[in-house]
């Protein structure tokens, strides 16, 4: 009797491990779904990064500015390139106007989204640019149903072993900088 009661034991046991073990067809499926519901989510992102690439490369003021939200900020590579939609329209209007603007094209793109909320997202990405590398990065809210850039962040990239050679070249200029703004604080 007792082995009788050890072995529907062991067979209860077996039967539970294996009920917990998920069919691995279902689970590519779902992880499958799961990827192409999160590239068609991305979709309307990327369409709106790599419209805005083209617009300044096409020195199409119009669409690019229309990209953004209207109170949207911009920080350049420099340190005092902080501005915002107004401001910045003002300063670009004639490079805009002499088709003098930047052709930077998107070689990686991360997008992030939020569990909690689908109308943000974030995003960086990797540009090829007469700078040559040079990270963008931002935030993307959702307006009206389409997707705008909220704040956009480009930054040039240092190779790690050039960054003391950098460091040395714009110290005197952005010392002046710092001990300027710790003065209007």
Do not use: H
Request: glycine share 4%.
């Amino acid at each position: 009797m007792e082995n009788k009661v050890k072995q529907i034991l062991y067979f209860l046991l077996i039967s539970l491990t294996f009920s917990c073990i998920r069919d691995p067809e279902k689970v590519a499926k779902e992880g499958l779904k799961a990827i192409e519901k999160k590239e068609q989510a991305n979709s309307g992102i990327n369409a709106l990064l790599d419209s805005v690439n083209i617009a300044a490369a096409e020195a199409d003021f119009k669409t690019y500015f229309k990209s953004f939200a209207g109170n949207a900020t911009y920080n350049g590579t420099d340190a005092t390139e902080n501005w915002d939609q107004a401001w910045l329209m003002i300063l670009t209007k004639p490079r805009f106007d002499a088709k003098k603007t930047w052709n930077f094209k998107s070689v990686r793109r991360n997008i992030y989204r939020s569990d909690k909320y689908d109308d943000i997202a974030w995003f960086d990405e990797l540009l090829s640019t007469p700078m040559k590398i040079c990270r963008g990065s931002g935030v993307v809210i959702k307006e009206n149903g389409r997707w705008k850039i909220q704040q956009y962040v480009l930054s040039v990239t240092i190779p790690k072993s050039k960054l003391d050679a950098v460091v040395a070249l714009k110290a005197a200029e952005e010392d002046y900088l710092l001990t300027s703004i710790k003065k209007t604080k």
